[in-house]
């Protein structure tokens, strides 16, 4: 029975010497720690690309990978320009580092 009182005067005595030795039995808690939400960039609105369809080669031009006529040309080049620009506003709107912006 004695040795049973010397444990529980101990375990009742441990934490009253711990708070006059340190003040504190616990660390204090951690600063509380900032996180960035970051908001994904909006990109512009989709693109209606007219579609090109080829023309079947002249014989003697080989060389060509790709035959268009005149209208299906125009249609390529207006394709062409429309992701330019629509790379250019994507660029702008989300302005990420190691992207450089066209001239």
Known sequence: MTRNTVLLILT?????????AKRSCFPE????????????CELPPTLKLPAVTRVPCAPTNTAALVCLDKANAA???????????????ARLRCETKGLTKPE
């Open 12 to 20: 009742l005595s441990a934490p009253g010497c711990c708070w006059w």
């Open 29 to 40: 808690c951690p600063p509380p720690r900032i996180v960035k939400v970051e908001r994904p």
């Open 75 to 89: 249609k390529l080049a207006l394709r062409e320009s429309a992701l330019k620009g629509w790379v250019q506003e």
